[in-house]
């Protein structure tokens, strides 16, 4: 009986132990968004739609020069992320186009906000190019 006890204990202990290290926090990128590339070449024109993207979605958080320090960026619960870092120099573009179309806590989903785009709605690239074309800018600021 003092077995059967103890080892309860170790399992409501760890289940206890697991349940507070979730971190709610994280912001977690399924597989299959993992494994995506960037159908969008990166070239001057590219670069040039997503800077025009950046400007009117994204420079009032992250900032001018992608660091996060955009004049909205007071006003929120999180800093906005850091495009010049190298954790996000790190993930792949597929976890980019995730976290700019699904959004996450002070982020805003921009799945509906990319000028129709139906493909962005059920979860691809698209063939506006638009989502690509604005993480092609946005990996401007690790070049720099």
């Known amino acids: 009986m003092k077995t059967f006890i103890a080892s309860l204990g170790v ?3 760890a289940l206890f132990m697991f ?3 979730q971190d709610p ?3 977690v990128v399924p597989e299959k968004y993992q494994k995506m590339k960037n159908p969008v070449p990166s070239d001057s024109s590219s670069i040039k739609i997503g800077k025009e993207m950046y400007g009117r ?3 009032s958080c992250h ?3 992608g660091k996060g320090d955009g004049p909205r960026a007071i006003k929120l619960n999180q800093t906005p992320g850091d495009f010049t870092s190298e954790a996000f120099k790190k993930q792949s573009d597929g976890a980019i186009f ?3 179309t699904e959004g996450h806590k002070d982020m805003p989903s921009f799945k509906r906000r990319i000028p129709s785009n139906d493909d ?3 979860g691809g690239f698209g063939k506006t190019g638009t989502p690509g074309d604005l993480i092609n800018y946005i990996r401007t600021f690790t070049r720099k």
């Open 57 to 59: 979605y994204c420079k």
């Open 120 to 122: 962005v709605i059920e």
């Open 63 to 65: 900032g001018v020069n």
């Open 98 to 100: 995730y976290k700019m």
């Open 19 to 21: 349940s507070f290290d």
């Open 11 to 13: 399992v409501i202990f």
């Open 25 to 27: 926090t994280k912001w």
